[in-house]
Every structure is written in structure tokens, then in C-alpha cells.
């Protein structure tokens, strides 16, 4: 359990680059940056409480399953990882189409966004960051992936909590100071090496499903 | 067609993700992206790309040539050895203030724009401050083009110069941060161990890992993060001096040590988590008291980094623009409309209208006429204006102002020296108590004994009750600076709390100080001798000539130009009653009719607002002068009464003469006339052997001695510099209805300190038999501190809303 927390922890750093390219423009573009550290904290934390809720209803769907099936759901984790891997390494986007699947429930998401803006106060920033942990994206969806391996509602909750604050850091991080972090982030060989501790993660993680299903 | 993500840059390997931003077709990496594309278009936000767009130029205001002068100067060597550094062999270093930054966008646009230009190498910069570091190399880039591209942009940006105490205290903050960021990474292991542990799956190999992965993490915690505490403890330890960071450094150590033990031989307890909590919440706790108590610095710092570099000078035979650091006293500057005036001056020629915000937080301008003084770092808003220089750089009123201000942090105020005294004891007690409770476990239950002391350790470590009062007088002290009072002394804000009785000098505090001749009568004696009007101006200017008292401007304003005074010699001042000089037709007198006239300085009997001139005491002339009411006054006066403050008036005036719309002190007896410096300072004393805590109001002139002997006293702006150094606050603004806010602020300030100590005493008296119990595991012990230090941090910023 601890060393899944570690490695939904660790997704979420690896994230880096990529949230601060996605997520980090949109708080950039509506300002939730420059409002104060704890408008900023707000948002995040609404986006955390997303991620964490849809644990809870992933972990909760899949709760009925036999212990037996827990090793295939590691394994589609796995994929999702090296889906992932495969994006960071330049090498396929596959991934971008597993987004796709959730555009139909960020269009009926987003407009609720609306009524939060322009954002000033922390009591708009966080229902805002609750309307942004939809923002389709692979990295929460292999997250979630990984998280549904604990067939628990609370498990997978805490499990896409650990993520959600890997991913924290990162976000956190604003204005001047995100940029050369985020250049440094998307440098290739930077790249790369995310991309194989990934792959690593990810083999790992199926080699653990293979050994547990024997 | 464009390869990269139009939102976030990476590079897109199909072209499946497109849309129409501003009419033309972009390709995106990812759904996610497009998704924040048609977010931040549905919201109306496409500027935010136009931003982003580097091929499309934004629209620039024109630079007049005059400014591309005033940039040119920044390529001197001599201009720029006071801002400009050199980073590497080839290249040179500058930080700028930018103004006109509203938004993140600006700051992208601002790196970028400079990142194009040929020979820029690098460009950070900080939202927040506003500061931006460029890096060049001089020979292929000139720093003025650098200026001439932001202002291109519509950005004002000026040179910023800290001061060696500003480059220090951004060294500890950076300090701070590092420390705070590496105790939050052992936090968040911390919490994922809670996480782990509550879920309850741990195996034997797995919690071996654990162990393992957060003693790796918890080292860089008590070496980086909590090495300060040790060093401190040390000190303190040599110095045979008991502080708080002994206790603390002793948890931490010995917990970290026995987690150590543990992992190392496989078995026993192990407390990285608490030890990192710990630490994370003390270190956070000792910044947020960093950052209240320098807010007062960063704010008074900013002024004097504010100041333009350079400014036009009169030299041989004409403006010239040099250095600032250049221009001496005595030289006459020209101070454009729009600009800073640089330095400390009087008005020569010219009328304007000066913004005084940045030194006294009131923002309705003041209006100076040729005689008026001018300070460094105010505005010129309407006007050029020809200013003859008198204190530059460090002497200069900004300066002074700031060095008031340390002077007050420099001293601690009656409480806070008892806190520390007590710290010593109450860590000498703490740890004896802790150390008996210790022997009593080991004899009870020997397995709890060792976790029982951390958490009787960090239970009672005093953070709180050793942060609830500087905090607080931080934050009163600063939000005071912010209306236009400055607090001078430590003792200042406690004393002024108690304060029953609150006495004003009348000339120039409760009234403005500014006299204006309305009338001369001159008496059937001055027109047998020859006398005319403006001869008899003339011998009283030259009378007045030594003295500050604000009537002497009124004769200096009412004579006419180029008239010339006749030489008087052996001047004196006689205190209350007026001034004498020799001159060749005999002894002058100026001043009340009794001194003048009958050549005594008892028994006023003159009319209100007459002064009376003698010559070998025989009246010559009277002068009718007035001064009005300062129009915060009566407020002021209200305010206080309603405070249940007393008002008093303390005049050296001998006429008595006081405007009707105060005539209810007169009746209260309050009204104290014709008193000289001595007798006020003896009022004051009787007063205080009653049991009255008084303050004194007074700008300094003839009232130095009371401001200095009163037990606080406040010194206008307009005052002496003599009163300014003696007094225990200096009101910058000269609204009288501050000194009310100021009350109120030190009252408050007084409530909210011994509501934290109070709350400090109460947690750690609590706190310690549950810890003694063994209720309390040392991670709540850690969470319980950090709390009640947050909270008491909290409190004290309740001092920052005040209207």
C-alpha cells in the first residue's frame, strides 16, 4: 500500500511538465495566480478534491470485483502507464485518444466554470479548481487507472489524493517562476528520462500483477 | 503550419487537435489542451494569446526623444557601478523595477520581449516584487536598449539598488524558503506514512522500506531544515543561557536519533513523522514571524530603491543630466513633472503640486510654493519645478525615517524582555519537569518512556508564548507606518495604549502653523521718527532672522522684494514672551505687549494674535497676525474625548487667545497659556504624580524639552529635527485624527498580545499533564504546537484590518 501511495505520489511529480503546460496556462490565463497564495492553494485543492472524488466512485464501481481480478486491473494500469511513457518519449500519443473518451463530460462540466469568474476570492477558486480536475487528461486518467488496482473506495481515494499532491508542487509554482522550471522540464533528454522512470514504474507494476496472480 | 501546441508549446506528432482561435487554425498536443484552448476563449480571455503569440507586437507607446536621452545615460559606466554587476567574464547583470505590471501575462511578455533581444542572455522575473534580473553582454547589447524595449512595451522601469540590509534579508528569506520546502517534502512523507498506516496493509518487508525510504528523506530534514535550531541551542548552551531551541533541538535530535537506532538494528519505534511535522511547523512559525516583522522594512526599503539614478542639474550655465550620487548640496536641480524629486530641497522657483503618499500614506497632494521644503522620494505631479539641493542619499528625510524606524525594532518593549528573560527559566523548568516525568515512566512502563519525553518535549516547547509579542508589534507598527504614523521607540505602542490625558502644543500642531500678516497699525511715534511700514517689516524679519517660530515666515512673506533689513546684532530669544536686538538707533523688541512694551516678561495682557514692536521700549507698531485651525483638529479632538481620552492644550502663547470652537477645553480648565518650555515639562510631571499617563503633542519649537521629558510624546513632521530625534513617534501625515487611529491601534495591540499570552500559558498548562499521561503521541504533540503558534500569528494579523 505505501509503496502504491509512493508511486501515485510519484506520477504525479512526473506530471510536472506537462500540468504546467496544460493546467498551468489556464491558471495563467485567468489570473488565479496572481490573486494570492491562497486563492492559488484554494484552486488546487479543488482540483485535488476532484481527483480524490473520482477515486473514491472508481474504487467504489470496481469494489464488487474477486481478488482475483485485482492483477488484470494492475496490468491495464500498467498499459496506461506506458501509454503514458510512450507520450513523454515522443514515441506514440495514443494516450491523447483515452482524453478523448472524456471530452463529452468536460463539455457539460465546463460551463459551470463561468459562474466562478474572473476569480478573486478563495470561495470562487475552489469550486473552480472542482470544475478543472475534469479538464481531460491522460495523466489523471492513467492515475485513476492505477488507483482502481485497489478495488477500495477509500484506498483509491487516498491513492489518487497521493497523486493530486504530486501533482501539487508543480502547481504551486507560479508566474516567472513556473517558466524556466517548466522549460527545464520539457528539455528532451528531461523528457526522456521521465518518460523511461515511467516505463520503469510501469514494468514493474506488471511484473508485481504477474507474481500476484501466481 | 505550426508544429508546436499552440497552449502549452510542446511539440504536437498529429494534427488531430485543431481549432479556430482569433480566425486562424491551431493545432494542439493533446485534447486536454484544446479543452483549456475553448476554455479560455469561451471566457472571453483571448488576449492571453495574443500575449503568447511572439510574432505579433504588441502596441507600443512612442518614446519621446527626451526619455531616449534620460535611457542613454544608463550606458555609463559611473551610472551603472551602482546597480550593475558583472555575472561572468562576458556578461553583465542588472535588476530593474518594472511598473505598469498587472497581470501574468505582462511578466511572460516582459521575458520574452527581452529574451529576443540580441546579446540578452537571461531574464527572470518576479511577480511579486516586481523585479527583474537581466543578464547582457555589453558588447553586443547596451542597457539602454534594454530600458528603450521595455518602455517600448509600455512599461516604466527604473534601476534597483538595494541596500546591504535588504540583500541580506532576501538571503534569509531564500534561506527560509529552502528550509520550509525541505521540511514540507518530509511532511508529505509524513502524511503518505499516515496514509499507509491507516489503511493498515503494511507487511513486514514493505514497512522495512518505509522505514528506510523516510529515514533517506528525513536527513536532509534535521541537517538543512533544522540545523539553524541546533546551531542556535548550542549558542545559547555556551552562553550558559537556556532559549528555546535547547528543547527544541533536544526533540528533535533525540527522536530523529532514536529512529535512527531503530531502522539501523531492525526493531524499536520509529518518529521520522513527527520529526519532520516538527520541524516543518516551527520552521514555518519563525517565517511567518520573518515576514511580519519585515514588511516594514520592505515597504520603507522600497522608497529610497525608488529614487531616480540620475536628474538635471544647473551646471555651467546650464540643465545638465548627471548621476545622482553626483549632486552635492547647494546645487540647484530641475525635478520634470512626473518625476521623484531625488533628494531633500527648498523650492526655488516654481509652483507644483507633490504626491506625498510614499512617506506619509496620505495621497491628497500638497501644494509648494518657492520656501517650501521638498522631500527625496515624493512626486512631482503638475510642474517643473527648480529645487536647491539640501540633504541627498543617506541623509536625506527617507533615510532618516528609516533609521527612526529600526531604531524602534532595535528595541524590545518591557514585555518582550520579560518573555526572554523568562524563557530561561521556563525552559529550565520545562526540561527538569520533563526529565522527572521521564524517571516516572521508566519506572512504570519503560517501553512508552522514551515517546512520553519527546512529546512532554515538544508540548511544551514555548514557540508560542515566544512569538506572541514581536509579531504583534510587527504588524501595529507597520500597519500604523501604512496611515502615516511612524513609531520610533519599542516602548511606544504599550505606552501609548495606557495613555488618559493627551496635551497639544497649539502653534503650528492643533493649528497650521502658517501665519499670515493680516494687519499693521503703527502708532504716532514710528511716523514722527520716519518709520515706514515696510521699514518696520524689515526690522522684525531681521529680528526673527535666528528663529524657527513659524511667525518669523510671516514677516519673510509680507516684505516686500528686494527690500533690505537693517543690520540688528546681539540677538536673544526670550522664551514666551519674544525676541530683542541691538541695533544702531537702540534695543528692539519684538513679541507680546507686556515684553515689548513695558520690557517685562510677566503679565500678558495683549490683545489675541498681535505682536508688539518696541524701540528703546517705546511702541512702534502692532502686527495682527493669524493662524487657523488645522481642519483635522476638531475631528481629532473628538475622536479622543470619545475615546475617553482627556485633552489638553499646552501653548507658550501668553494671549490666551484660543478658537471659539475649543472654547469647551477653556472651561474645563484644560486650557494651559503662557507657560514656557520648563513649566509645560512641570505640568506634565504634576499631571503624572496623579496618576495620568500623558503624551505630548508638538512640532518642537520651544517645546523640545517636553517632548523629550513627556512619557510618550509625538513630534509633527513639520517640526524640529531636535523634536523628531526626541520624540517616541513622528506624525507623518499631520492629520491630527491619526493620533486617535494610533490609540486605538496601540489598545488593540495591547488586547491581542495578552490574548497570546494568555492563550500560549493556558495550551502549554493544558497540554503538559496530557502529554505527562502519555494521551498525546508525539506527532499530535507537533500539530498541537504548531497550531497554537499559527494561531497566535494569526491573531496578530488581525492587526492589518484596521480602518
Known amino acids: 500500500m505505501m509503496v502504491d501511495a509512493l508511486s501515485a505520489f510519484l506520477i504525479g511529480i512526473i506530471s510536472a511538465g506537462h500540468c504546467l503546460g496544460m493546467c498551468g496556462g489556464l491558471t495563467l490565463a485567468f489570473g488565479v495566480n496572481s490573486k494570492g497564495t491562497a486563492v492559488l492553494a484554494a484552486y488546487n485543492l479543488g482540483r485535488i478534491s476532484t481527483y480524490t472524488g473520482l477515486g473514491f466512485l472508481i474504487g467504489a464501481g470496481l469494489a464488487w470485483l474477486p481478488a482475483s481480478a485485482i492483477p488484470v486491473l494492475r496490468l491495464i494500469a500498467s498499459a496506461l502507464l506506458v501509454l503514458i511513457a510512450l507520450y513523454y518519449l515522443n514515441i506514440a500519443s495514443w494516450i491523447t485518444r483515452v482524453e478523448h473518451l472524456a471530452l463529452p463530460l468536460w463539455r457539460r462540466v465546463q460551463p459551470l466554470a463561468r459562474r466562478w469568474l474572473p476569480v478573486t476570492r478563495v470561495r470562487q477558486?475552489?469550486?473552480?479548481?472542482?470544475?478543472?480536475?475534469?479538464?481531460?487528461?491522460?495523466?489523471?486518467?492513467?492515475?485513476?487507472?492505477f488507483a482502481a488496482t485497489a478495488a477500495n473506495p477509500w484506498a483509491s481515494a487516498s491513492l489518487m489524493l497521493c497523486f493530486g499532491l504530486g501533482t501539487l508542487p508543480a502547481m504551486m509554482l507560479t508566474g516567472a517562476a513556473a517558466r524556466p522550471f517548466q522549460r527545464g522540464l520539457n528539455l528532451p533528454w528531461v523528457r526522456r528520462l521521465l518518460g523511461i522512470s515511467l516505463l520503469a514504474l510501469a514494468t514493474w507494476l506488471a511484473f508485481q500483477a504477474i507474481s500476484m496472480g501466481h | 503550419m505550426n508544429r508546436d501546441c499552440f497552449h502549452c508549446g510542446l511539440p504536437v506528432s498529429d494534427e488531430r487537435y485543431r481549432l479556430s482561435v482569433a480566425e486562424v487554425s491551431r493545432t494542439f498536443c493533446c485534447a486536454g489542451c484544446m479543452a483549456a484552448a475553448q476554455t479560455i476563449l469561451d471566457n472571453g480571455l483571448e488576449a492571453y494569446y495574443r500575449f503568447h503569440d511572439p510574432n505579433q507586437a504588441p502596441a507600443s507607446p512612442p518614446v519621446s526623444d527626451t526619455e531616449r536621452d534620460k535611457l542613454l545615460l544608463y550606458d555609463r559606466q559611473d551610472v551603472q557601478s551602482e546597480f550593475v554587476s558583472r555575472s561572468d567574464p562576458h556578461n553583465l547583470t542588472a535588476t530593474l523595477m518594472i511598473e505598469g505590471v498587472s497581470c501574468s501575462a505582462c511578466s511572460w511578455l516582459i521575458e520574452k520581449h527581452l529574451t529576443q533581444l540580441t546579446g540578452v542572455s537571461q531574464v527572470h522575473f518576479n511577480q511579486t516584487s516586481h523585479r527583474c534580473q537581466v543578464t547582457w553582454n555589453p558588447d553586443q547589447q547596451t542597457l539602454s536598449n534594454i530600458f528603450l524595449a521595455l518602455f517600448s512595451l509600455g512599461y516604466r522601469a527604473h534601476p534597483y539598488r538595494p541596500d546591504q540590509e535588504e540583500v541580506l534579508r532576501q538571503k534569509s528569506q531564500r534561506h527560509y524558503l529552502l528550509r520550509l520546502g525541505i521540511a514540507?517534502?518530509?511532511?508529505?512523507?509524513?502524511?503518505?506514512?499516515?496514509?499507509?498506516?491507516?489503511s493498515g496493509s503494511m507487511t513486514g518487508g514493505t514497512e522495512?522500506?518505509?522505514?528506510?525510504?523516510?529515514?533517506?528523506l528525513t536527513i536532509p530534514v534535521v541537517v538543512i531544515a533544522a540545523g539553524p535550531f541546533f546551531?542556535?541551542?548550542?549558542?545559547?548552551?555556551?552562553?550558559?543561557?537556556?532559549?528555546?531551541?535547547?528543547?527544541?533541538?533536544?526533540?528533535?535530535?533525540?527522536?530523529?536519533?532514536?529512529?535512527?537506532?531503530?531502522?539501523?538494528?531492525?526493531?524499536?519505534?520509529?518518529?521520522?513523522?513527527?520529526?519532520?511535522?516538527?520541524?516543518?511547523?516551527?520552521?514555518?512559525?519563525?517565517?511567518?514571524?520573518?515576514?511580519?516583522?519585515?514588511?516594514?522594512?520592505?515597504?520603507?526599503?522600497a522608497l529610497a530603491s525608488h529614487l531616480p539614478a540620475t536628474c538635471e542639474v544647473w551646471r555651467d550655465g546650464q540643465w545638465q543630466r548627471q548621476a545622482l550620487r553626483d549632486i552635492q548640496p547647494g546645487e540647484r536641480i530641475l525635478v520634470q513633472a512626473g518625476e521623484l524629486c531625488p533628494v531633500d530641497g527648498t523650492v526655488k522657483t516654481g509652483h507644483s503640486d507633490f504626491d506625498e503618499s510614499r512617506l506619509t500614506g496620505e495621497f491628497k497632494p500638497r501644494s509648494k510654493a518657492p520656501g517650501d521644503t521638498v522631500l527625496a522620494g515624493t512626486l512631482n505631479q503638475s510642474q517643473a519645478i527648480e529645487i536647491d539641493v539640501e540633504r541627498t542619499g543617506q541623509e536625506s528625510s527617507a533615510s532618516s525615517v528609516m533609521q527612526l524606524l529600526e531604531r524602534a525594532a532595535s528595541e524590545k518593549p518591557r514585555m518582550a524582555e520579560l518573555a526572554d528573560r523568562g524563557a530561561h527559566y521556563f525552559v529550565g523548568s520545562t526540561l527538569l519537569i520533563t526529565a522527572l516525568i521521564g524517571l516516572i515512566w521508566l519506572w512504570v512502563a519503560p517501553d512508552r518512556a522514551f515517546w512520553v519525553v519527546i512529546s512532554v518535549l515538544v508540548v511544551t516547547c514555548p514557540c508560542a508564548l515566544s512569538l506572541a509579542t514581536p509579531t504583534v508589534l510587527a504588524q501595529a507598527t507597520n500597519s500604523l507606518r501604512q496611515r502615516g504614523l511612524i513609531i520610533t521607540r519599542g516602548h511606544t505602542l504599550d505606552q501609548l495604549a495606557s495613555v488618559t490625558d493627551l496635551a497639544f502644543d497649539k502653534t503650528g500642531t492643533l493649528t497650521e502653523g502658517h501665519f499670515v500678516l493680516t494687519g499693521v497699525h503703527l502708532e504716532a511715534e514710528a511716523e514722527r521718527k520716519g518709520y515706514t511700514r515696510a521699514d518696520l517689516i524689515g526690522v522684525a524679519v531681521e529680528l526673527e532672522r535666528t528663529s524657527e517660530h513659524p511667525i518669523a515666515r510671516a514677516f519673510k512673506q509680507a516684505q516686500a522684494k528686494g527690500a533690505h533689513s537693517s543690520e540688528l546684532f546681539d540677538h536673544q530669544r526670550h522664551p514666551a514672551a519674544g525676541l530683542s536686538a541691538r541695533g544702531e538707533s537702540g534695543q528692539w523688541r519684538l513679541g507680546h505687549r507686556a515684553f515689548a512694551c513695558e520690557g517685562s516678561a510677566s503679565h500678558p495682557t495683549s490683545q489675541s494674535g498681535t505682536v508688539w514692536l518696541s524701540l528703546n521700549g517705546v511702541t512702534l507698531a502692532a502686527f495682527s497676525l493669524n493662524d487657523d485651525l488645522r481642519s483635522s483638529a476638531l475631528p481629532a479632538l473628538n475622536a479622543l474625548e470619545t475615546l475617553g481620552v482627556r485633552c489638553h492644550i499646552l501653548t507658550g502663547d501668553p494671549s490666551g487667545e484660543l478658537d471659539?470652537?475649543?472654547?469647551?477645553?477653556?472651561?474645563?480648565?484644560?486650557?494651559?497659556?503662557?507657560?514656557?518650555?520648563?513649566?509645560?515639562?512641570?505640568?506634565?510631571?504634576?499631571?503624572?504624580?496623579?496618576?495620568?499617563?500623558?503624551?505630548?503633542?508638538?512640532?518642537?519649537?520651544?517645546?523640545?524639552?517636553?517632548?523629550?521629558?513627556?512619557?510618550v510624546s509625538v513630534a509633527m513632521s513639520s517640526g524640529t529635527d531636535l523634536a523628531k530625534q526626541a520624540a517616541d513617534a513622528l506624525l507623518l501625515n499631520e492629520n491630527l485624527s491619526t493620533l486617535a487611529l494610533a490609540i486605538v491601534v496601540a489598545r488593540k495591540t495591547r488586547r491581542i498580545i495578552r490574548q497570546n499570552m494568555i492563550w500560549a500559558l493556558l495550551y502549554n498548562g493544558l497540554a503538559l499533564p496530557l502529554a505527562a499521561l502519555g494521551w498525546v503521541a508525539p506527532w499530535q504533540a507537533a500539530i498541537g504546537m504548531s497550531l497554537s503558534s499559527l494561531l497566535v500569528v494569526g491573531n496578530a494579523l488581525r492587526l492589518r484590518r484596521i480602518a
Open chain 2, 208 to 216: 522495512l522500506l518505509v522505514r528506510w525510504a523516510s529515514l533517506v
Open chain 1, 125 to 145: 477558486a475552489y469550486p473552480l479548481g472542482l470544475v478543472w480536475g475534469f479538464l481531460p487528461c491522460g495523466l489523471v486518467y492513467s492515475a485513476l487507472g
Open chain 2, 660 to 711: 471659539p470652537r475649543l472654547a469647551y477645553l477653556r472651561q474645563k480648565g484644560r486650557f494651559n497659556y503662557g507657560l514656557s518650555a520648563e513649566q509645560k515639562l512641570d505640568w506634565v510631571n504634576q499631571q503624572a504624580r496623579q496618576g495620568a499617563q500623558v503624551a505630548v503633542v508638538g512640532d518642537g519649537i520651544n517645546d523640545a524639552p517636553v517632548l523629550a521629558g513627556a512619557p
Open chain 2, 184 to 198: 514540507g517534502i518530509g511532511m508529505m512523507q509524513a502524511m503518505m506514512n499516515a496514509v499507509a498506516i491507516y
Open chain 2, 231 to 301: 546551531r542556535s541551542a548550542w549558542r545559547s548552551l555556551r552562553a550558559r543561557h537556556l532559549s528555546m531551541d535547547v528543547s527544541v533541538a533536544l526533540a528533535i535530535g533525540s527522536a530523529f536519533a532514536a529512529s535512527l537506532w531503530a531502522t539501523l538494528s531492525s526493531g524499536g519505534e520509529v518518529y521520522y513523522e513527527s520529526v519532520n511535522m516538527f520541524t516543518f511547523f516551527l520552521v514555518l512559525g519563525r517565517f511567518l514571524e520573518f515576514r511580519a516583522r519585515n514588511t516594514v522594512h520592505a515597504s520603507g526599503n
